[in-house]
C-alpha cells in the first residue's frame, strides 16, 4: 500500500486482488509467486528454490515529493532443519531501469541462526555494489510484522520502520534507521 505522508499526496491502495497491478517477476522460480485473492504469496516446497521479485506497475514513485509505502507480511513458522532453510519477505524501492542492482530493501526473515524467531534488516545496492547494514533487530517472536519506508524529499532520506507484532494491535511504529539516498554510503 502506499501511504500519503505529511503533505496532501496520491494514496494507492493495493489489497492484492489484482494480478495486473502487478509486473512479471524478476527471478527464479517466477512459478512460485502468485498475487490474487488479497494476498501475495511466494511458495516454495524446497530450500534450494530461490526467491523471486515482483514489481508494481504503477505508480512510478518520484524524487520530487515524500511518499510512504507499508506492508503487512507473514512468515509461516514452519520448522527449520538445515542452514539451508529459511524465509525472507522485502518491501523495497530501486532504480527503475536497475532493479536488480539498486535498490533499498526492509526485510522481515526467520532463518537457521535464530529458528524460533523473526527479524528485521535492511539492504541497500547502488551500481551492483553493497552498502554496509544500517541495522539488524533479532529475536522478534511474531510470525507476522508490519514493514513501512518513508521518503522525504526534502531530506532525500529514507526512514524505516516497522511494526513488530503486524497490524492486528494497531499500528506500533519503530523507527529502525534513516538513510540518505543522495550522498554517502546509501547514495543510489
Known sequence: ALLAQ???AQTITDN??????WGTPLAAPAKNIFVGSGRMNFTSTTSGDGGA???RNTPILPTTKDWSLKVDVHVDPFIISTHDQGAS??????KTDDLLNTYVILGFDRDWWYPDFYGVNDDVRSNGL???????????PSPDAALRLDYSAAN???TYYCDSD??????NWVVLG???IASGTYDL
Request: glycine content about 14%; charged content about 5%; proline content about 10%.
Open 178 to 180: 534513516t538513510a540518505n
Open 16 to 21: 492484492f486482488t489484482d494480478p495486473a497491478n
Open 130 to 140: 553493497d552498502a554496509p547494514g544500517l541495522f539488524n533487530v533479532n529475536y522478534l
Open 166 to 171: 503486524g497490524a492486528g494491535n494497531g499500528d
Open 89 to 94: 519477505v522485502f518491501l523495497g524501492v530501486g
Open 156 to 158: 532525500h532520506t529514507i
Open 53 to 55: 521479485i515482483i514489481p
Open 6 to 8: 505529511i503533505s496532501p
